[in-house]
């Protein structure tokens, strides 16, 4: 297991990491590492989201291509919504 010095660490920075342990019941340190610990998950999680959000993505695009070639390309219906909308 390896060990990090962090220079440079505000007081202000520092105060409310202590503060967070305390209310944790935890020490600075085991705080520190669930923050690095937890963001790093969340990093690991967000690519896996945002390869989930390119599959789904393809996905809609091609149902999108097989629906044109099945019913057609349908018009845009912004300026009749707006219309009825503005009827209203």
């Given amino acids: 297991m390896g060990d990090m010095l962090i220079r440079g660490l505000s007081k202000r ?21 669930k923050m690095i610990h937890d963001d790093l998950e969340r990093m690991d999680k967000g690519i896996d989201e945002e390869e989930r959000r390119a599959r789904a993505f393809e ?7 097989e629906i044109w070639k099945k019913y057609g390309k349908f018009d845009d219906s912004t300026k009749l919504i707006r219309e009825d909308r503005d009827s209203h």
């Fill in 13 to 33: 920075i520092h105060e409310r990491i202590q503060k967070l342990a305390k209310s944790r019941n935890a020490s600075v340190n085991q705080t520190v590492l």
């Fill in 59 to 65: 996905r809609t695009r091609q149902l999108r291509e």
